[in-house]
Each structure stands twice: as C-alpha cells, then as structure tokens.
C-alpha cells in the first residue's frame, strides 16, 4: 500500500496523559499536513511542513501540541498533557508540491483521539 | 464570519435527482478551490477543482464558480445512493506568509431510493 500511514488508528487515554501519533506520507510528497477533525466540522488546519521545515502552525494549536518530521520523511504530532477537549480525528496528508500549493492533499485514514 | 461556509444539510435528494451544493468563502482573492468527498469513517477525497469562473464538467459533477460573489458550488447529475457522502469545500488562502487549504464544515448528501 503507497497510500498515507497513520497509527495508531485509536487512542484512548485519560485526561492528563501524552500522546504521539506517527503519519507516514506517499514517499515522493515533500509537503506534509497535520487536520484535526471532529465530528460534524470540516478538518482544521494545525500545521503542515514542506521537506523538514515546519512553515506554519495554527494559531488553535496550544503550545501543548508540537509536529516533527525529521528528515523529510514520516512525522509524529505529539499532544502533551491531553485534555478532553482535545477528542478528535487527527488526520495526516501529504501532497508534491513544485511551486505553489496545488489543494490536491492525500489523505490517511486518520488517528482517533478519545481523551477520558 | 468563516472563512468557508457551507449549509451543513443534510440534503435530501431522491435517486436520479439533481443535487446541488452550495459554498461561500470569504478571501476575495483566493484563486483555487476544491470539492472533496468524505464518506461516513472514510478520510476525504478529492473530486473536483476548479480555478476559473464558469463551469467545469468531469461526468456527473458539475463546479461552478462566481468569484465576484465569492460562491462556489458542485452539481451532482442522475444521483445515486453510492453519492451519500459528505461534501467538503476547500480553499486555498493565503495567510501568514504561506497558502493554506481551508475546509468548510462539509454538507451531507444523502440519496434515497
């Protein structure tokens, strides 16, 4: 399968706990995007990286989430000290980008958040 | 105001019937907008692009855009119950130094036999 990896698929964990979630994107894509989704909403941005630079993180995001992706390639978005508020689908894309954003994203199938 | 807003429905349509989704966004100068598929427990899917105003026809879907009136929308000919999804409109803005994709909340289409 070349299609976008994400795990783990579910997380359930209480209030308080760290998590980290992984997104491996098509191997050729050099941008790499990080949605947050919760149900009956469209997904919102949080941050996107083109190569291994983070170009811009969601002013939504609290400094209590942090994205990686060294070296280019996988990335992990990691949630410290979680809260329930912070109960959604994570989803990862991945898109090649030349130039400009061409809006053509790759979707995983998404890291289900559940925060007790 | 959101920057995409879209009716969050459902829309009802009977089998065979037209259906037709609307979408309004607020950046008068963005360029670039998309309709996404998203099934129930799926991820979304690209469908449909479209950059210039008018229509734009790929089988079934039809994109229109009207960038004076910042509207876009997605017309789903002969509709089929495999087409009960929910329709996510994007755009690409531009803010803080970089372009981003920009989702509304999504309409849910729902086709009945």
């Known amino acids: 399968d070349t299609g976008v990896s994400q795990n783990p698929r579910h997380k359930i964990t209480k209030r308080g706990q760290n998590v980290t979630f992984r997104c491996d994107p098509i191997?050729?894509?050099?941008?790499l995007y990080w949605y947050r989704q919760t149900l009956g909403q469209g997904p919102e941005f949080l941050t996107y990286?083109?190569?291994?630079?983070?170009?811009?993180k969601s002013r939504l995001l609290s400094d209590r989430f942090s994205a990686e992706r060294p070296k280019g390639s996988f990335s992990t978005l990691e949630i410290q000290r979680t809260e329930q508020g912070d109960s959604a689908m994570y989803l990862c894309?991945?898109?090649?980008?030349?130039?400009?954003?061409?809006?053509?994203?790759?979707f995983g199938e998404g890291s289900r958040l559940t925060v007790l | 105001q959101k920057e995409v807003e879209q009716n969050s429905g459902p829309l009802s349509v009977p089998e065979g019937a037209i259906a037709s989704l609307n979408c309004t966004y607020s950046?008068?100068?963005?360029?670039?907008f998309f309709w996404y598929r998203q099934y129930s427990g799926k991820s979304p899917e690209l469908i449909m692009f479209?950059?210039?105003?008018g229509d734009k026809e790929d089988g079934r879907f039809t994109a229109q855009l009207n960038k004076a009136s910042q509207y876009v929308s997605l017309l789903i000919r002969d509709s089929q119950p495999s087409d009960s999804a929910t329709y996510l409109c994007?755009?690409?803005?531009?803010?803080?130094?970089?372009?981003?994709?920009?989702f509304g909340a999504g309409t849910r289409l729902a086709v009945h036999p």
């Open positions: 894309a991945s898109s090649l980008e030349a130039g400009g954003l061409t809006g053509e994203l790759f």
């Open positions: 191997s050729e894509h050099n941008r």
């Open positions: 990286f083109q190569n291994e630079a983070q170009l811009e």
């Open positions: 950046d008068r100068g963005s360029q670039s």
């Open positions: 479209i950059y210039s105003n």
């Open positions: 994007a755009v690409i803005m531009f803010s803080g130094g970089y372009n981003k994709l920009i």
